[in-house]
């Protein structure tokens, strides 16, 4: 056995998100998000369901503290529903806004750390009927509704996270079309992606504005890829892996921390306009100093570049959907994800090098976790020992091999603290450490959070070596 020590100071996590988990879909004041109107078109959702319950948090939420409690968490991280606290992008709604209130007042006195994101794909569906986020305008609407919250909570909570994974709610969501809103057009989702980073300087500067020498650590959430080129003699499968890397990756992190877009990034995107999106000004507005990078990681992929008419890469922009993925012959999650933890130590290695060590700034992984199919027994118990704790274990040994090599990571959050609406999937995908019982709501610890309580407890593990 090994043993595995992380810093004092290292925090240990659990992440959710408003949609995924707070059901109470129409309720005091809350109207349509993208994703209640999304989830009401049939097909759009693999299991037919909807996010008017789902875990019921909204009305289970002490009980919920009190789990991350048992589980001696020291942060949780949650976000803010747009529709709840601004429905219909007009008016401020005071129930939405009292319901976070008292959630970070119960996680204060039950001495856990709120962390905010305020903008996790749940957008009032008002401002979709407008564009979007391939309207410019959405993303001074979102300062607004980011100042608003800041100025309600930010007496009480330290970490604000303004957007969590942009690639998703641009390319995923306006070019691949499978999340809401569903759309299949480069274009949009080009100018989502910038629009995006907009609404994320807008936010920040708002934000850092009314800190007034409160404690701040204000950031913003990547999803990242490790794009491995399949054959690593063959040029073409070379220029995929620098593709994906572009569109998943560095258009994200290079505006953020370098203040431009990578110069082969424009071109792949030129035919759908990223040059003609960006208007003077922007990037100094998008390139603003953060206080810490979250990192979302989930799994890498190898890559190949066009072969014959599989590929017409008139869009090489939307990477994934035009380049090929290829099996490393990796065992996978049940969302069929390669499991390879090295993966993310070479990430977090990278991105030291890179990005996040030159510009002096600490990374917290956000999320990461994996979905399986668990079996349980009649009291709702998952051993889980063999898939899911196995990931989150070698996963948190790859982040402890990069803070043995200098990264500076700050903490670690699993996803998911429960079962959830995994967004197209439905509720057929379990990611959390915590099992729930749609019919009745009960919550029950499946052994990979029995694992990382100790872990928390303990500031670390023991490891087969
Ligand atoms: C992230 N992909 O979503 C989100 O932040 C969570 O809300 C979600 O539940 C979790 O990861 C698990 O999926 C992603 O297709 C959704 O590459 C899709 C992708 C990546 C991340």
Same mark, same amino acid.
């Given at each position: ?11 240990? *996590? ?6 995924? /988990? ?74 939405? /806004? ?13 001495? +856990? ?33 980011? !100042? ?27 070019a691949a079309g499978i999340h809401a ?31 007034? *020498? ?25 220029? !995929?892996?620098?593709?994906?890397? *572009? ?7 290079? %505006? ?6 990578? !110069?082969?990034?424009? &071109? ?5 306009? #990223? ?10 507005? +998008? ?8 990192? @979302?990681?989930? @799994? ?18 939307? *990477? ?26 070479? #990430? ?13 700034? %600490? +990374?917290?992984?956000?999320? @990461?976790?994996?979905?399986? %199919?668990?079996?349980c027994d009649e009291t709702g118990f ?7 704790? !196995?990931? /989150?274990? &070698? ?11 200098? =990264? ?11 079962? @959830? ?14 099992? =729930? ?12 959070a029995h694992w990382y309580a100790r ?6 593990? &023991?490891?087969?070596?």
């Amino acid at each position: 056995m090994q043993r595995y020590e992380f810093p004092p100071e290292f925090q240990f *996590g659990a992440a959710t998100a408003a949609a995924q /988990i707070e059901g109470a879909g129409h309720e005091d004041g809350k109207t349509d998000s993208i994703w209640d109107a999304y989830c009401r078109t049939p097909g759009n959702i693999i299991d037919g369901s909807n996010i008017e319950v789902a875990c019921d948090h909204y009305h289970r939420m002490e009980e919920d503290v009190a789990l991350i409690k048992r589980l001696n968490l020291d942060m949780y991280r949650f976000s803010i529903s747009w529709a709840r606290v601004r429905p219909d992008d007009r008016d401020f709604n005071a129930l939405g /806004i009292d319901f976070y209130s008292r959630l970070v007042d119960e996680l204060l006195a039950n001495d +856990i750390t709120p962390w905010i994101t305020l903008y996790h794909w749940d957008e009032p569906r008002a401002l979709l009927e407008q564009g979007g986020w391939a309207n410019r305008d959405t993303a001074y609407r979102f300062a607004e509704y980011a !100042a608003r919250v800041y100025e309600e909570l930010g007496d009480r909570v330290e970490y604000w996270t303004t957007l969590n994974e942009p690639w998703c709610s641009s390319f995923l969501s306006y070019a691949a079309g499978i999340h809401a809103p569903g759309y299949t057009d480069p274009k949009q989702a080009v100018a989502a992606a910038h629009h995006l980073l907009l609404g994320h300087g807008l936010a920040a500067k708002e934000i850092r504005s009314r800190a007034d *020498g409160k404690p701040l650590s204000l950031g913003i959430t990547l999803n990242f890829t490790v794009a491995h080129p399949a054959d690593p003699n063959s040029a073409a499968d070379h220029d !995929a892996a620098r593709q994906i890397d *572009g569109a998943h990756n560095r258009i994200f992190l290079d %505006p953020l921390l370098r203040g431009s877009y990578p !110069a082969d990034v424009c &071109d792949d995107m030129r035919e759908a306009g #990223l040059d003609r999106v960006i208007r003077d000004g922007d990037l100094d507005i +998008i390139s603003q100093p953060l206080d810490v990078l979250g990192v @979302n990681f989930y @799994n890498g992929v190898a890559v190949a570049g066009p072969s014959g008419s599989e590929i017409n890469s008139t869009t090489p922009y939307v *990477g994934a959907e035009r380049i090929r993925t290829l099996s490393r012959g990796l065992p996978v999650t049940d969302m069929g994800w390669e499991v390879l933890a090295d993966d993310l130590r070479e #990430l977090l290695i990278r991105l030291d090098k890179e990005y996040t060590g030159p510009a002096g700034i %600490p +990374i917290f992984i956000t999320e @990461n976790g994996a979905a399986y %199919p668990d079996v349980c027994d009649e009291t709702g118990f998952v051993d889980d020992t063999h898939t899911r704790l !196995a990931y /989150i274990r &070698d996963h948190l040994i790859a982040v402890h091999e990069a803070i043995g090599q200098g =990264v500076d990571i700050n903490g670690y959050f699993a996803w998911s603290l429960m079962d @959830n609406f995994e967004w197209t999937f439905g509720y057929t995908k379990r990611f959390g450490i915590v099992r =729930v019982d749609y019919e009745t709501g009960a919550r029950t610890p499946k052994a990979s959070a029995h694992w990382y309580a100790r872990t928390a407890s303990r500031k670390g593990f &023991d490891a087969p070596a």
